[in-house]
């Protein structure tokens, strides 16, 4: 027997086999490959279960035409002959010769049940009228009697039945009259708890939603109350930055300035100087009365000792409102201390004024 089987595209891709549930598809190829070289299936049902589908499906494929089953239990795969052309040497006939002897090729080559044909009955005509007249006057006598007890039966079961759907009726008006009477009864208890309870829920109901609406307000009154103070520390600190940007431009033009004007090199973005500038312009003075002070600074105290004095920190501080003022007679330039172990000594310089031994100021010279 062959050991490849082939499936036609015509057959199962198409819309009957398409349409059909895929169990009933997956059993189908399953038929085709346990068939015999004729297409035969020995036990299809076996196969069914072994792949998990149905009788639903078997008999779907049937009746979509896909499979012929037979009353021995084989089935056989209808295009069969589309599906597979075996080689001679590679054939083995079917088993199942009384099934395959049952079928025929259609005009495409699938299978179909060959009609039926019936033996012709060599009988006359006569022979049958006789025996058939005599059975006839035998029934009709039993029919006759048996048609006669069976009314007398019907008579009296119809008069049981009546009296019995009586009683049955009056048992069941009187049911439903207490059943009435009964659910009546209950209504009127049930709706009295139920006005009770609707009357307490409706309190507590309220309650609760007054409680809801009195937490909804604090909550909404402090999220008001948070965003002002966070709307008002935004415009602090905006404000706080416009500021510093503020002074940190005006100490740019005024240290641009001074370096301009005295030839030094002081930094516009040091803090102090910073600070001090945004501490001017925050009392009310202006970028043009820092100007106006450093000209006048420059033009009196450059090329003499009080040079020194042009930077930021005597300018714009605590001197600032006398320099303004037109004051420029400020104080001469502080000189460093010395410490006790540290001596100015300088050469050719006269100490016998301070010091009467001479030994005495080498030895202060060695130290």
């Given at each position: 027997m062959?050991e490849?089987r082939?499936f036609?595209?015509?057959?199962?891709?198409?819309?009957?086999?398409l349409?059909?549930?895929a169990?009933?598809?997956?059993?189908?190829?399953?038929?085709?490959?346990?068939a015999d070289?004729?297409?035969?299936?020995?036990?299809?049902?076996?196969?069914m279960?072994?792949?998990?589908?149905?009788?639903?499906d078997?008999?779907?494929?049937?009746?979509?035409?896909?499979?012929i089953p037979?009353?021995?239990g084989?089935?056989a795969?209808?295009?069969?002959?589309?599906h597979?052309?075996?080689?001679?040497?590679?054939?083995?006939?079917?088993?199942?010769?009384?099934?395959?002897?049952?079928?025929?090729l259609n005009e495409?080559?699938?299978y179909?049940?060959?009609?039926a044909?019936?033996?012709?009955?060599?009988?006359?005509?006569?022979?049958i009228?006789?025996p058939l007249q005599a059975?006839?006057?035998?029934?009709?006598?039993p029919?006759q009697a048996?048609?006669?007890?069976?009314?007398?039966?019907?008579?009296?079961?119809?008069?049981?039945?009546?009296?019995?759907?009586?009683a049955s009726?009056?048992?069941?008006?009187?049911?439903?009259?207490?059943?009435?009477g009964?659910?009546d009864?209950s209504?009127?208890?049930?709706?009295g708890n139920?006005?009770?309870?609707?009357?307490?829920?409706?309190?507590?109901f309220?309650?609760?939603l007054?409680?809801?609406r009195?937490?909804?307000d604090?909550?909404?009154?402090?999220?008001?109350?948070q965003?002002?103070?966070?709307?008002?520390?935004?415009?602090?600190?905006?404000?706080?930055?416009?500021?510093?940007?503020?002074?940190?431009?005006?100490?740019?033009?005024?240290v641009d300035?001074l370096?301009?004007?005295?030839?030094?090199?002081?930094?516009?973005?040091?803090?102090q100087?910073?600070?001090l500038?945004?501490?001017?312009?925050?009392?009310?003075?202006t970028?043009?009365?820092?100007l106006?002070?450093?000209?006048?600074?420059?033009?009196?105290?450059?090329?003499?000792?009080?040079?020194?004095l042009l930077?930021?920190?005597?300018?714009?501080?605590?001197?600032f409102?006398?320099?303004l003022?037109?004051?420029?007679?400020?104080?001469?330039?502080?000189?460093?201390?010395?410490s006790?172990?540290?001596?100015d000594?300088?050469?050719?310089?006269?100490?016998?004024?301070?010091?009467?031994?001479?030994?005495?100021?080498?030895?202060?010279e060695?130290?």
């Amino acid at each position: 027997m062959a050991e490849r089987r082939m499936f036609a595209k015509t057959v199962v891709d198409n819309d009957t086999f398409l349409d059909m549930p895929a169990s009933a598809q997956l059993l189908y190829f399953h038929l085709a490959m346990s068939a015999d070289d004729d297409g035969f299936v020995n036990k299809p049902k076996a196969v069914m279960r072994s792949c998990g589908s149905t009788e639903t499906d078997l008999k779907l494929l049937a009746k979509n035409g896909m499979v012929i089953p037979f009353e021995s239990g084989v089935a056989a795969i209808t295009h069969w002959k589309l599906h597979n052309v075996i080689r001679r040497d590679m054939y083995t006939e079917t088993k199942y010769l009384a099934e395959k002897r049952q079928l025929g090729l259609n005009e495409i080559g699938a299978y179909v049940l060959k009609k039926a044909e019936a033996e012709p009955l060599q009988v006359s005509r006569g022979n049958i009228d006789e025996p058939l007249q005599a059975s006839r006057g035998n029934i009709d006598e039993p029919l006759q009697a048996s048609r006669g007890n069976i009314d007398e039966s019907l008579q009296a079961s119809r008069g049981n039945i009546d009296e019995s759907l009586q009683a049955s009726r009056g048992n069941i008006d009187e049911s439903l009259q207490a059943s009435r009477g009964n659910i009546d009864e209950s209504l009127q208890a049930s709706g009295g708890n139920i006005d009770e309870s609707l009357q307490v829920s409706r309190g507590n109901f309220d309650e609760s939603l007054r409680q809801d609406r009195l937490g909804q307000d604090r909550i909404e009154q402090g999220r008001l109350e948070q965003g002002r103070l966070e709307q008002g520390r935004l415009e602090q600190d905006r404000a706080e930055e416009d500021k510093a940007a503020q002074a940190a431009s005006a100490a740019q033009t005024v240290v641009d300035r001074l370096n301009a004007a005295a030839g030094t090199h002081h930094c516009a973005g040091a803090k102090q100087t910073v600070a001090l500038v945004k501490g001017l312009l925050a009392s009310g003075h202006t970028e043009e009365d820092m100007l106006q002070v450093i000209g006048m600074a420059c033009e009196k105290w450059k090329g003499t000792e009080k040079e020194s004095l042009l930077r930021p920190s005597f300018l714009f501080g605590e001197h600032f409102e006398e320099l303004l003022g037109g004051d420029i007679s400020a104080p001469a330039p502080k000189q460093k201390k010395t410490s006790a172990h540290s001596y100015d000594i300088r050469p050719n310089m006269d100490y016998s004024h301070a010091y009467t031994d001479l030994s005495e100021l080498s030895d202060l010279e060695e130290v």
